[in-house]
């Protein structure tokens, strides 16, 4: 049975992706889930302000832009994350547990999972300020823009350019931790225990019309395109994990899984809600799951 303090130490390896990974470095941060709640509910209106106001007076420009900008999530990142490591500026070295947050870096055009320093080989992300690697992966396409950033402190210093959201290739990142814990951290995938929490299921249901689908349908204000792709890439992730748990019990080295996850059906809740009655729906949302699936996570937790 594990006995923890501190939300982080239930876990030896926490992945996260978009929001997931601002939650996973707060987490590994040490920063209670009671802040964090407070913490989205007091900056989401000023982090996603109504569109209208970042359009006007010209509607065109939310399309050679972005929605929002990024400046206020950044700055609140930095402070609350700061608060949690003493005052001082945290990075990825500083995290207490071991973790892995998926960005694209659209300078390159190549996938990254950038990670605590957990193995010998791994050199490049530990340096990376703990807020800026949250907002990369944040980054959604449309939403925000891309992140560039750059660093420099006493492990070494660097640029990173066009850093955008990792949903799009790990909207659910639980195969990147099946893999990170199997061919990094050398465990038999007998002693995975994968907890997996869901930001909710929709059903994206394209009415038929005789009207052609337009780019104002596909991208603004609400962007379609990028929410099908983000929920497909998540869905598809649960079936992969499915099939290897499967493969794997046929070998009796199988590995335990728990989902949770609120099936929104045809009623989705847009990625950008900020009103305060959208953030009482989400509340009560996670409020439902957890009464419902308190008893078995705490038993899949202290489980072996």
């Not at 010998?120 to 300020?129: A, S």
């Not at 990173?160 to 465990?187: C, H, Q, R």
Request: positive net charge; glycine residues 6%; charged residues 25%.
């Amino acid at each position: 049975m594990i006995k923890a303090d501190k939300q982080y130490e239930y876990f030896d390896l926490i992945c996260g992706t978009s929001t997931g990974a601002i939650l996973t470095i707060a987490i590994a941060l040490g920063i209670p889930a009671d802040d964090l709640v407070r913490f989205y509910k007091i900056h989401a209106q000023a982090i996603f302000p109504k569109w209208y106001l970042k359009v006007l007076p010209r509607k065109s420009r939310a399309i050679l832009t972005s929605i929002y900008c990024n400046k206020i999530l950044r700055r609140k990142l930095k402070e609350i994350y700061t608060e949690a490591n003493g005052g001082q500026i945290p990075l990825i070295n500083d995290l207490k547990t071991k973790v892995c947050i998926p960005v694209f870096n659209g300078n390159d055009g190549q996938i990254n999972v950038i990670k605590t320093k957990h193995c010998e080989d791994f050199f490049r992300d530990y340096k990376l300020p703990a807020h800026e690697v949250a907002l990369s992966s944040a980054s959604a396409p449309v939403y925000f823009p891309p992140h560039t950033f750059s660093f420099s402190n006493n492990y070494g210093e660097g640029v990173n350019v066009n850093m955008i959201d990792g949903g799009i290739f790990a909207n659910n990142p639980s195969l990147i931790g099946i893999l990170e814990a199997t061919e990094k951290l050398n465990y038999d995938s007998s002693d995975i225990r994968l907890l997996s929490l869901g930001t909710g299921r929709g059903k994206h249901i394209i009415k038929k019309s005789w009207k052609p689908k337009d780019i104002w349908y596909w991208l603004f204000p609400k962007p379609r395109l990028l929410d099908i792709i983000l929920d497909s890439q998540a869905q598809i992730t649960e079936q992969y994990i499915h099939f290897l748990q499967r493969m794997a019990k046929k070998t009796n080295n199988g590995f335990e899984y728990l989902r949770i996850q609120y099936d929104l059906d045809g009623d989705t809740i847009d990625l950008n809600v900020s009103s305060k009655k959208d953030l009482q729906r989400l509340e009560s949302i996670g409020d439902e799951l957890a009464k419902n699936n308190l008893s078995s996570v705490l038993k899949f937790l202290k489980s072996k």
